[in-house]
């Protein structure tokens, strides 16, 4: 199943499984982080077999495409455990800029990895 953290939670408790998702898949994991991102998992989507997105709240939004489901659900783990690591970053007030800085360079990093 998926990597178990307390940060990561279903989506909505669950009910966007099964649904269709913004890349044209049906809805196979979909969660939300408690430090403001969501990540979802789509399959037999329009462009490739597989999509992932992920979306942090305010900073970006990414997605990947893939051929196959084994190589997706690897990703998805990845790219969850990855998050963590940006999102801890995430400044509690707005206007600390250095905080700003590292985030930028995170999700530059984040989306290096996960091209």
């Not at 994991?29 to 597989?50: K, N, P, S, Y």
């Not at 709240?57 to 963590?84: N, P, S, V």
């Amino acid at each position: 199943m998926n990597v178990a953290s307390p940060f990561w939670y279903p989506f909505e408790n669950g009910a966007t499984r099964g649904m269709r998702g913004i890349e044209g898949g049906i809805i196979l994991e979909d969660e939300q982080h408690d430090e403001g991102a969501r990540i979802t998992w789509e399959d037999g989507c329009l462009r490739a077999a597989c999509a992932i997105s992920v979306v942090v709240y305010g900073w970006a939004g990414h997605t990947r495409f893939f051929d196959d489901e084994a190589t997706a659900k690897q990703a998805y783990d990845d790219m969850k455990i990855a998050l963590h690591g940006v999102l801890v970053l995430l400044p509690k007030h707005v206007d600390d800029l250095i905080v700003v800085e590292k985030i930028d360079a995170a999700i530059a990093d984040f989306l290096m990895r996960f091209p």
